[in-house]
């Protein structure tokens, strides 16, 4: 233990620090929980946009994903259960842009309230910025729909708007819940039901016909890496007060 710590804190002529020390003082600085953070959340963002990128790649190029798609669509539909397309109608509402604009702005102002407007302004901007995003998305990909479908509509279909909302959504407020929660089990309990609601939703939108496998992964590869952007940019904000941007006569009524 002494040879090690005099390797470490042992000077040089001229008083300089070792080389071991230098590397120490690295090594503690990279264990700074803002930079392992956003680390963290630059590597999912590098990973979604790769994942988002490929399958568009393969469905302008027409890659067997894309002839996969219509077959288990097709399979979906053949082997749906009356019961099942009901309880799925219910389900898929979870992401649906209208009830989850209702709960972002409910949270948004119970958060407000709380004196945490950063985080109310996070709520926002995930679900807000995944919805018109996606909706762009749709009309520069312009897929029609599948044929057979338990419901109809006028919109495109890649990527899922559903998938999109719900992944950028509940991937935010698992976030600020895990900020919130020191246990460990809690916050591992957050994370699998977070992936449990996003992957039933997705699901929801194959089983009723809306859209294509390749259109549920790309809007959930759209919506995490539109999080993860979303949260560097709280990350770097840091504690600063987003109330600061509103004109002052604004500012005070909010607070």
């Given at each position: ?27 503690v ?20 946009i ?24 097709l399979?979906?539909?053949?082997h ?6 009901s ?9 649906n ?35 018109v ?18 419901i109809?509509l006028?919109?495109?279909?890649f ?97």
């Open positions: 233990m002494e040879a090690t710590l005099s390797a470490v804190s042992r000077p040089r002529r001229g008083g300089r620090a070792t080389k071991p020390l230098l590397r120490y003082g690295a090594s600085r990279s264990r700074d929980p803002r930079t392992l953070t956003l680390t963290a959340l630059i590597v999912a963002l590098a990973a979604s790769a994942a988002f990128a490929h399958l568009a790649e393969d469905y302008l190029t027409g890659d067997p994903i894309v002839r996969w798609d219509v077959r288990f669509a399979w979906l539909h053949d749906a259960v009356g019961a099942l397309v309880a799925f109608k219910v389900v898929t509402l979870a992401g842009s209208a009830v989850l604009g209702v709960l972002a702005a409910a949270l948004a102002v119970a958060l407000v309230r709380r004196r945490l407007p950063n985080e109310a302004a996070l709520v926002l901007l995930a679900f807000a910025g995944a919805a995003g996606n909706a762009l998305l749709k009309l520069a990909f312009h897929r029609p729909r599948p044929e057979l479908a338990f109809h006028d919109t495109y279909s990527p899922s708007g559903h998938a999109a909302a719900a992944s950028a959504t509940f991937t935010t407020l698992a976030y600020l819940a895990c900020r919130v929660i020191r246990s460990g089990r809690a916050r591992a309990g957050i994370v699998v039901a977070t992936v449990a609601a996003i992957a039933l939703v997705d699901f929801s939108r194959l089983y009723l016909g809306a859209h294509y496998l390749s259109d549920v992964l790309a809007g959930t590869s759209f919506g995490v890496a539109w999080a993860t952007l979303s949260l560097i940019g709280y990350t770097l904000w840091g504690d600063r007060n987003v109330l600061d941007l509103l004109p002052r006569s604004r500012r005070q009524s909010s607070s």
